[in-house]
């Protein structure tokens, strides 16, 4: 395991994947993200918002 977390290829792919993937969350929850305030986002249960933090403090530490 620790060998594929040393990978920086792999972890290019799950930086890649993860940000496609919140992308795609946003766009599967518009009509939620529309009818709730900006502020409250990252509270919407299984948000997209979560994977998309997670890229971003990932690309800051990597």
């Given amino acids: 395991m620790y060998q594929l977390l040393s990978n920086r290829s792999f972890l290019r792919l799950l930086f890649v994947v993860n940000l496609l993937g919140a992308i795609y969350g946003y766009i599967w929850y518009i ?8 502020r409250f986002w990252l509270f919407v249960p299984d948000s997209p918002t979560a994977i998309f933090v997670f890229s971003y403090l990932y690309l800051l530490l990597f």
């Fill in 31 to 38: 009509p939620q993200l529309q009818i709730t305030e900006a």
